[in-house]
């Protein structure tokens, strides 16, 4: 369930090529003070991490600024990262403490994004309702009703609390493991069984309907 | 595997987080329960539909837009990453130049010092520039380069604190000297700024405040000296043992006039006060014997304080008398305060100087005194010098209670007791020694408690320690001998563990005689008094206060601490 690419994550340049370098090299040289491999790390990792920071904030603005705000953080606080746990841990929880000061901030945001042609139409990011229209591909119908359940999906997230959507999110959508769960928000393993049957039992309920 | 137990572990199953044994276990009953059988369905689907949500990508140019906020951020100084490789903490970039701005402060602190020591200015005359060279601060370093003198000589932090002192009493007697010294200031700075070019504009205000305190040193002298002259002017105008005031510093306390010589006969209430030199003071109408206020002490049942009407002069009766005596002679209430707060409004503190000349006096002026008693009655033990450090008339007062002009209880009224009392106390101030005041003041509260008294005042936080205890004045002999007693007793069983620790050997039988007998006398002295009154329960001792029949002595006790 946890992609791949996230265990063995592969650098890539300033312009966007492979750079050859192993993650752990990238961190290393990041710590260093080499700005060009703290770059490297956020072409690396800001894909997972906007998608977190999405589902979490509801809205693709305030997704990026939550997730500048985290990188900045972690670029400050880069000395302090030891290697103990992965750099994906590292930075989860930092986007999800950015997230969650963040809601604190605003308070409650329960407009979340509705059904946009250029809405994600697939699981791969890269499709939009209005991409599968010009293709041709696919029924243009089954996309917008698989569409309106993505959005009302997403609105039910939206509907959760922090600690709720924080364990669906990282669990559902990121694939962490409950001890990664535990790891990033710092709960016990019962704590995170707790939120994660609570959850699910409100998104059920939120949910009923769709089939 | 019950249904609640089994709805604790859906989730795990539908995670594949469970291990095997109780997976099949989870399995086998949602298969039997159909209830846990929904509720793993309706979870299972909701993860489903949020894990079927796409995953959203981060804009193109989203890893720009970081790089250019994490320049911004360098920028503005929040993170410190040199080129080699490596940073400094974030805390050191903020302590380093902290330090290095502390350290010149202190090495230009220290250049500055010097110069001023070379100079023969000192600490205290940077103090007191720093201060704005207020006229009397001033003053004071004036006196010190005066005499020129070391700059810590006795001598001049005594001027000096004479003339605090005379600053703290009579701000108006300094404060006309105040636009004299700035006009002579304004007059030599602008002399000052002709000293050329090296000399800059602080150093030359600095030199010129300096001439003026200088010139203007003689006119608060004067000042001064016109000032003690218009105190004893007072004072020799105001009645005698007149005003029953304590002094900030608790040590002044009782009259603060000079006894006058006592004259051959006396009236008879005088004498039977047990003195002049005692001020005869009254429980005022429902208060408390250790509580009595300004306008009661001054009454006196049945007519006016004696120490009034023997020197004719109208002897205040109201708090309203007060006040206009006040006025008519303030220095008579300079250096005093009320005994009780808010009496009267609280003048000035007596300059230390002033203080200083009036104890000597008054400590002669009481010597005389007694002479006088022990020739006029032939008590020879009466006039052997004293050795406390205080007048006998600042030790004690007897406070007659009742409203009853005549002496109501025993030892007043001519009784041998209570004269006998105060000349015992005359004869050798009270003294506790303790390791600490606190415990001292408890154990003697204790102990009056013990004779029915009860502490009356005691000296403030700071100041030197005075326990002011007020008993009856038939018990006050034997109080005052077992405070003594305790005292000795306290002594001996040092000097036995004196030697003792000293690995010395133990006294022997002639000297624990001695010691034990030095220790004992004092509670002997106390023993036959004690036994010829039942003990004096704190109840019984409110129940004479309330009847207000008793006459009760003020003793002071000096605290030593010993550390």
Not at chain 2, 60 to 76: C, M, P, T
């Amino acid at each position: 369930m946890v992609p791949e690419s996230k265990r063995t994550g592969q650098g890539s340049g300033a312009d966007g090529a492979p750079s050859g370098r192993t993650e752990e090299e990238i961190v290393s040289a990041a710590k260093k003070g080499d700005a060009g491999a703290f770059e490297e790390l956020v072409r690396m990792t800001q894909d997972r991490l906007y998608n977190l920071a999405f589902r979490m904030t509801g809205h693709r603005e305030e997704a990026e600024d939550v997730l500048q705000e985290a990188y900045l953080r972690a670029h400050r606080s880069l000395e302090s990262f030891e290697g103990t746990s992965q750099i994906y841990t590292w930075l989860y929880r930092i986007t999800v403490n950015a997230c969650l000061t963040r809601g604190r901030k605003v308070g409650r945001r329960s407009d979340v994004e509705g059904v946009s042609l250029d809405a994600p139409a697939g699981t791969d990011g890269d499709s939009t309702l209005a991409g599968t229209f010009a293709s041709g591909d696919g029924d243009p119908g089954e996309a917008i009703s698989r569409n309106e359940r993505a959005a009302r999906v997403h609105e039910a997230i939206g509907e959760l609390p922090g600690e709720y959507r924080t364990v669906v999110v990282l669990r559902d959508i990121e694939g962490l493991s409950y001890e990664e769960l535990g790891e990033v928000t710092g709960s016990s393993r019962a704590a995170i069984k707790s939120r994660l049957h609570r959850a699910r039992q409100r998104l059920a309920e939120l949910l009923g309907d769709l089939r | 595997m019950g249904c609640e137990e089994t709805r604790d572990l859906i989730d795990e199953l539908i995670d594949g987080e469970l291990p095997p044994e109780a997976e099949a276990e989870v399995r086998a009953h949602v298969e039997q329960c159909a209830e846990c059988r929904a509720v793993m369905e309706r979870h299972s689907r909701a993860a489903d539909l949020v894990r079927g949500l796409p995953r959203v990508g981060a804009p193109r140019d989203f890893s720009v837009s970081v790089r250019e906020a994490i320049a911004a951020d360098v920028g503005r100084g929040k993170v410190v990453r040199p080129a080699g490789g490596w940073r400094l903490p974030m805390w050191l970039t903020t302590a380093l130049p902290a330090a290095a701005c502390l350290m010149l402060a202190a090495i230009l602190g220290v250049r500055v010092m010097q110069k001023r020591q070379a100079e023969g200015t000192d600490v205290t005359a940077i103090a007191i520039e720093a201060e704005g060279e207020s006229a009397s601060r001033a003053a004071g370093r004036a006196v010190k380069d005066e005499g020129s003198q070391p700059a810590f000589s006795p001598e001049a932090t005594e001027k000096a604190k004479a003339l605090e002192a005379s600053r703290d009493m009579e701000p108006r007697a300094a404060e006309p000297a105040a636009p004299a010294v700035e006009a002579l200031a304004e007059r030599k700075a602008a002399r000052g700024r002709g000293l050329g070019a090296a000399r800059t504009r602080a150093a030359a205000k600095r030199v010129a405040v300096k001439d003026a305190e200088d010139e203007a040193t003689p006119l608060l002298q004067s000042k001064a000296k016109e000032l003690a002259d218009k105190v004893d002017a007072v004072k020799t105008e105001a009645p005698a043992g007149s005003l029953p005031f304590r002094s900030r510093t608790g040590e002044a306390v009782r009259a603060t006039v000079p006894p006058r010589p006592v004259p051959a006969a006396r009236p008879a209430a005088t004498n039977a006060a047990g003195g002049e030199r005692s001020v005869l003071r009254e429980k005022p109408e429902g208060e408390g014997g250790a509580n009595y206020g300004q306008a009661g002490a001054l009454k006196k049942a049945g007519g006016k304080p004696d120490a009034f009407a023997r020197d004719g002069a109208p002897a205040p009766e109201s708090r309203a008398d007060l006040k206009a005596l006040a006025d008519r002679a303030p220095g008579a209430l300079a250096g005093v305060v009320p005994a009780k707060p808010g009496a009267v409004a609280p003048t000035k503190a007596r300059p230390a100087a002033e203080a200083a000349e009036w104890s000597g006096k008054q400590r002669e002026q009481a010597d005389a005194d007694r002479a006088l008693d022990a020739a006029g009655r032939g008590d020879p033990g009466i006039a052997r010098p004293v050795a406390s450090a205080r007048a006998p008339e600042e030790k004690r007062q007897i406070v007659a209670g009742g409203g009853r002009a005549a002496a109501p209880g025993p030892g007043f009224g001519g009784e041998p007791e209570a004269q006998q009392a105060d000349r015992d106390m005359n004869a050798d101030r009270l003294s506790w020694k303790a390791i600490d005041a606190d415990t001292a003041k408890a154990e003697i509260q204790r102990i009056a408690a013990q004779f029915g008294g009860a502490v009356k005042w005691r000296s403030r936080p700071g100041r030197p320690a005075v326990l002011a205890v007020e008993v009856p004045a038939d018990r006050a002999e034997a109080f005052a001998a077992r405070i003594r007693g305790v005292q000795t007793g306290r002594a001996t069983t040092a000097a036995r563990r004196s030697r003792s620790g000293r690995g010395g050997a133990p006294l022997d039988a002639e000297e624990e005689t001695s010691v034990t007998r030095d220790a004992e006398a004092g509670l002997a002295r106390a023993e036959p008094r004690e036994a010829a009154h039942a003990p004096f329960a704190p109840a019984r001792r409110e129940e004479g206060k309330a009847a207000k029949g008793g006459l009760f002595i003020t003793l002071e006790i000096d605290i030593v601490t010993e550390r």
